[in-house]
């Protein structure tokens, strides 16, 4: 079943959009009165109870005045911001580095409990070696065009994964098999990376999974690099932007699909013997 990664934020848009226009509606004004009230042109009005726009702040601010309900500014600007926060671009996330963007995930990591995240393309972050984490983040930098700091933010991110060691968690990580063989950085750099994965699986607090490419009968294709924390949120990562789930509904999607490519996976010497392959051939 395809799943949408960016439906939660835009529920959570038109349920902004919708309150809105149910106060307009409520206090008897046309688009275009709320318009000449707020001192914009009636179609941002339809922009915003269409979801099409976003309000800021100040348009929500305007508009509660303009429909004589003030008490309500406080939630509903909490809300739509809670609402934008779930899609946000990686050009807007990194504006402050590459370096920032790692430290800003320690709060989280350290409040979740049982980490599950799925990769079909790279090396799990928390799995990875500075060469490789480097060579990934550099490339990042350059497709969108911003300043390079790869090389202290590929630090920061193994500064991160050292709570692999910390009490308190656990970690189950999904990768296909493919991810052993896109090589990111120089020979040494990836043989680094599988070299390390050899003695990840071994970390009491890791369970290492590897779906083989030649799965047969695949009950679920590969599907967007994810991480679920517990089971409150889901993050997605798309090539533009990162996606924050909260619904429930969705999370139990993600869960079901995360245990279903569970039961896909090779894990122990299963797994190793697939990382010598991809290690065997670098050479």
């Known amino acids: ?11 959570a848009r038109e349920n902004v959009a919708s309150q809105l226009r149910a ?28 979801a ?3 309000p800021s702040p100040t348009d929500i601010r305007l508009w509660c005045t303009a429909c ?9 600007v909490a809300a739509s911001l809670d609402a934008e926060s779930m899609y946000t671009e990686w050009r807007r996330r990194t504006r402050m580095g590459l370096r920032r963007l790692q430290e800003s995930y320690v709060q989280l990591y350290r409040s979740t409990g049982v980490f599950r995240v799925y990769s079909p393309t790279l090396v799990p972050g928390l799995l990875q070696t500075e060469g490789y984490s480097r060579a990934l983040l550099s490339g990042n930098a350059r497709l969108l065009d911003i300043p390079d700091d790869s090389g202290e933010a590929a630090a920061a991110r193994l500064r991160r994964s050292k709570i692999i060691h910390e009490p308190g968690h656990r ?10 063989r896109y090589r990111l950085g120089d020979q040494a750099d990836m043989a680094a990376q599988l070299g390390h994965l050899l003695t ?15 799965t047969p009968e695949r009950a679920v294709w590969p599907q967007e690099l994810f991480h679920i924390y517990d089971d409150t949120l889901v993050s997605v990562e ?29 894990y122990g010497a299963e797994a190793r013997e697939l990382i010598v392959r ?5 050479r």
């Open 200 to 214: 990840a699986g071994a970390v009491p607090s890791v369970s290492l999974g590897i779906i083989p490419s030649r």
């Open 238 to 266: 798309l090539l533009s932007a990162q996606v924050n789930i909260t619904q429930p509904s969705e999370i139990e999607l993600y869960l079901q699909a995360f245990e279903q490519l569970r039961g896909m996976a090779v």
């Open 23 to 50: 106060m307009r509606k409520d206090a008897g004004l046309t688009v275009v009165e709320l318009a000449r009230r707020c001192g914009w042109h009636h179609a941002k009005t339809s922009r915003i109870e269409n």
């Open 68 to 76: 004589r309900a003030a008490d309500r500014v406080r939630d509903l």
């Open 52 to 54: 099409r726009t976003p």
């Open 278 to 282: 991809a290690i065997e051939a670098l």
């Open 1 to 11: 079943m395809p799943i949408s990664p960016s439906s939660s934020a835009q529920a």
């Open 171 to 180: 970690f189950l990580f999904l990768i296909e098999e493919g991810a052993l």
